[in-house]
């Protein structure tokens, strides 16, 4: 079974090469968290008394400003950042997709990188070769995928990478937005094999800004204000909460808009 526990958790970044003197005015900015600079090196408090129980079958949405926490809560949920106060304790392999880009080297080519990428996210040599023709197909990048892959263009390298994720069995499956921009019918196709993944992962947290792609895959939602969880919550009614009306009641059922862009929202 899986689940991931977070007891009194906070993330604290250093920040070394900071004047302290001239912090005084950017404490007054509205996004990211608190900056405190009462030692001698400005720290960025950037979860503060975080304190979550998810489990098996969760899936959940994360929501808030720029520089709210999102990020860092979901590094902080991988385990890729320990607390810097209090606990985390992670049951289940973590398939973090944080940025489509990592693990992928412009020199190689598609085919290698496809395994590569598979690796890095948890599945064995033999799992991906297994799943290599069905990834080539789903790209549509025919022989290109001979090819190193620094001649791709960006959203030929969106959909190798996209191919590979939609691809994997996560125990945990942890999505940071951004996923980037790919043509309209590519969009339609990758957002079926979305779905499905999502429906075969244990346990998912997905931060985006688009109430439709989080209404599709989420039904509980956390808020993140200043790294803080400010609400967590029935995915309608943080969503309702955060942005001061319903979301749902002008979404559109049957047809909702694919966005797989994470850069619009806010
Ligand atoms: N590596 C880092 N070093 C220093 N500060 C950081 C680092 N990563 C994040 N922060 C700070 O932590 C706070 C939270 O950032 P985070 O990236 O988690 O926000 P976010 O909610 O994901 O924002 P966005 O929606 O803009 O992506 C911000 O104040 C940011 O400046």
């Not at 977070?6 to 007054?28: T, Y």
């Not at 520089?67 to 392999?93: C, D, N």
């Not at 080539?136 to 791709?152: C, I």
């Amino acid at each position: 079974m899986v689940s991931i526990d977070v007891w009194n958790a906070s993330v604290d970044f250093p920040i070394f090469d900071a004047k302290s003197r001239s912090l005084k005015k950017l404490a007054l900015g509205k996004v990211g968290g608190k900056i405190g600079s009462e030692g001698r090196v400005p720290i960025i408090e950037a979860l503060h008394d975080i304190t979550l129980s998810l489990k098996d079958g969760d899936r959940v949405g994360l929501v808030g400003h720029n520089g709210a926490g999102k990020s860092t809560l979901l590094r902080l949920l991988a385990g890729i950042y320990e607390p810097t106060r209090g606990a985390s304790r992670i049951v289940g392999k973590v398939a973090p997709v944080f940025d489509l880009g990592v693990g992928m080297d412009p020199e190689i080519s598609g085919y290698e990188n496809i395994m590569i990428r598979g690796l890095f996210l948890g599945m064995t040599r033999k799992q991906m070769e297994k799943r290599v023709d069905d990834i080539a197909e789903f790209t549509e990048l025919g022989d290109y995928l001979q090819m190193p892959l620094r001649t791709y263009s960006t959203g030929m390298r969106v959909r190798l990478a996209l191919g590979v994720v939609t691809s994997i069995n996560p125990e945990i499956l942890l999505l940071d937005e951004g996923i980037g921009a790919v043509d309209a019918a590519f969009m339609a196709k990758a957002r079926d094999r979305l779905k499905d993944l999502v429906a075969r992962s244990g346990l998912l947290v997905f931060a985006n800004h688009s109430d439709e792609f989080l209404a599709e895959f989420c039904d509980t939602a956390i808020w993140m204000d200043e790294g803080h969880v400010k609400m967590h919550s029935g995915l309608r009614e943080v969503l309702t909460a955060y942005k001061g009306f319903d979301p749902f009641e002008r979404m559109h059922e049957h047809d909702p808009t694919p966005v797989l862009s994470g850069n619009g929202g806010e």
